[in-house]
């Protein structure tokens, strides 16, 4: 536990030092609103038609290498970890050096773009929604780039996040509101009923456009809504901090297309 602590009193302090040093005025606003809500949306990065096209290399990719898709038990989240080392129109995505700007300055250091999920949420019933429900990715550390490739309204399970849970400060108020503990990672919907009134905090929802990008520090507790209707298909940045690769960070979301399915042609890491 003491470990834990350290940790997390470590991470605080190379957020602080760190976070602006790096980034372009017009960068340094937007972390600004990331740094006190967790999380900014910025419409139309992308153009419908690159929004088309990635949907299709989805699709694509689906058919191709149909054993790198994970889905949950009732068929309605479709995910391939690893899409970029089969889609140079993906892997684009991975490598924008603006976005991981951001992430560098959440982490407080070095970052790295571990994988991009490639995600395609269909209606069915039962369906918990993107992640499985209300969650935290991590108490340390983790950052994540989002981009909705297809319009997403109340219907299409948009990306919710609770403003504000990301701060140390209600980390260790809504374990205290919840009588548990600061590493705890799954919330139920009794779970923020009870502590969310105490804490002053509330959910925002985010529907928009295709071609709209969230960045988020996934520290804060979040969730994709049960989808209701149609299909979402969404990128998913997955930042790491650079310590990491010492490590076997890929462990935990395999089989990993290009890791350990081979593509064609094979793309190299």
């Given at each position: 536990?003491?470990?834990f602590?350290?940790?997390l009193?470590?991470?605080?302090l190379?957020?602080?030092?760190?976070?602006?040093?790096h980034?372009?005025?017009?960068?340094?606003k937007i972390?600004?609103?990331?740094?006190?809500?967790?999380?900014?949306?910025?419409?139309?990065?992308?153009?419908?038609?690159?929004?088309?096209?990635?949907?299709?290399?989805i699709?694509?990719l689906?058919?191709?290498?149909?054993?790198?898709?994970?889905?949950?038990?009732?068929?309605?989240?479709?995910?391939?970890?690893?899409?970029?080392?089969?889609s140079?129109?993906?892997?684009?995505f991975?490598?924008?050096?603006?976005?991981?700007?951001?992430?560098e300055?959440n982490?407080?250091?070095?970052?790295?773009?571990?994988?991009?999920?490639?995600?395609?949420?269909?209606?069915?019933?039962?369906?918990?929604?993107s992640?499985?429900?209300?969650?935290?990715?991590?108490?340390?550390?983790?950052?994540?780039?989002?981009?909705?490739l297809?319009t997403v309204?109340?219907?299409?399970?948009?990306f919710?996040?609770?403003?504000?849970?990301?701060?140390?400060?209600n980390?260790?108020?809504?374990?205290k509101?919840?009588?548990?503990?600061p590493?705890?990672?799954?919330?139920?919907?009794?779970?923020?009923?009870?502590?969310?009134?105490?804490l002053?905090?509330?959910?925002?929802t985010?529907n928009a456009?295709?071609?709209?990008?969230?960045?988020?520090?996934?520290?804060?507790i979040?969730?994709?809504?049960?989808?209701?209707?149609?299909?979402?298909?969404?990128?998913?940045?997955?930042?790491?901090p650079?310590?990491?690769?010492?490590?076997?960070?890929l462990k935990k979301?395999r089989?990993?297309?290009?890791?350990?399915?081979p593509?064609?042609?094979?793309?190299q890491?």
């Open positions: 536990m003491l470990k602590y350290a940790s009193a470590s991470l605080e190379k957020r602080h030092f760190f976070s602006l040093k980034l372009e005025e017009a960068q340094i972390q600004a609103q990331i740094h006190k809500k967790g999380i900014v949306s910025i419409p139309n990065f992308y153009p419908p038609e690159q929004c088309k096209q990635l949907r299709s290399e699709d694509r689906e058919r191709t290498y149909p054993q790198s898709v994970w889905t949950d038990s009732v068929q309605s989240d479709h995910r391939i970890v690893g899409a970029e080392n089969a140079s129109a993906i892997r684009d991975a490598n924008d050096s603006w976005i991981r700007a951001f992430a300055s982490m407080g250091g070095g970052a790295f773009s571990g994988f991009i999920l490639a995600a395609r949420l269909a209606a069915t019933e039962l369906n918990k929604g992640g499985g429900g209300w969650h935290r990715d991590s108490v340390l550390e983790q950052f994540k780039a989002i981009i909705y297809s309204s109340e219907e299409q399970g948009p919710e996040y609770i403003e504000g849970s990301h701060r140390l400060s980390i260790f108020a809504t374990a509101a919840l009588k548990g503990s590493q705890k990672y799954r919330f139920s919907n009794e779970d923020l009923e009870s502590a969310l009134p105490k002053g905090l509330t959910i925002k985010f456009e295709e071609g709209t990008l969230l960045l988020v520090n996934t520290r804060g979040h969730r994709g809504r049960p989808i209701k209707s149609g299909n979402r298909y969404a990128l998913t940045n997955y930042f790491f650079q310590r990491s690769l010492r490590n076997d960070y979301f089989p990993v297309l290009g890791v350990d399915i593509t064609t042609p094979l793309i890491r």
